[in-house]
């Protein structure tokens, strides 16, 4: 056991899990703000810099609307909304779980594992198609 381990593993579990807990606390206060604000009211949440000034979505762009449809468990808008937030959620919630399960036993967890640099050149790929796909004419895509 390395000693960053070993502090790791030495620090009580309330005091351990105190990241993952705020965390936690953080998404989910944004995720009731999504629910209560509707993002789907022009200028509800502001605006995309980018869309405002080149008229381009953004790979982020329909990310609060996506939310918020998914807040009333309407998984096809949301997916019109952003698609890649909409497939990126179930990933992000187990690298969540996986973080928490390392403070909760001490031990020492990537919170993302090792990514194999042929893996990281195929998600920018499918992320920049994504981006590019949804300003096409016509595009089902775009938010």
């Not at 998404?27 to 200028?43: E, K, M, Q």
């Not at 605006?47 to 953004?58: K, S, V």
């Amino acid at each position: 056991m390395t000693l960053a381990a070993r502090s790791i593993a030495l620090r009580p579990r309330s005091e351990r899990l105190k990241a993952p807990i705020w965390s936690a606390a953080g998404v989910a206060a944004a995720t009731v703000a999504l629910h209560i604000r509707d993002p789907h009211t022009s200028g509800s949440w502001g605006i995309c810099p980018l869309y405002a000034t080149t008229g381009i979505y953004c790979p982020g762009c329909g990310g609060l609307r996506a939310v918020n449809d998914l807040t009333y468990g309407h998984v096809w808008q949301a997916a019109s909304s952003n698609l890649v937030l909409v497939l990126a959620i179930p990933f992000a919630v187990f690298f969540f779980a996986r973080w928490s399960y390392g403070a909760w036993t001490g031990r020492e967890i990537a919170v993302v594992p090792a990514v194999p640099r042929p893996l990281k050149i195929a998600l920018l790929v499918v992320v920049a198609v994504f981006w590019i796909a949804r300003n096409l004419p016509g595009s089902w895509l775009a938010p």
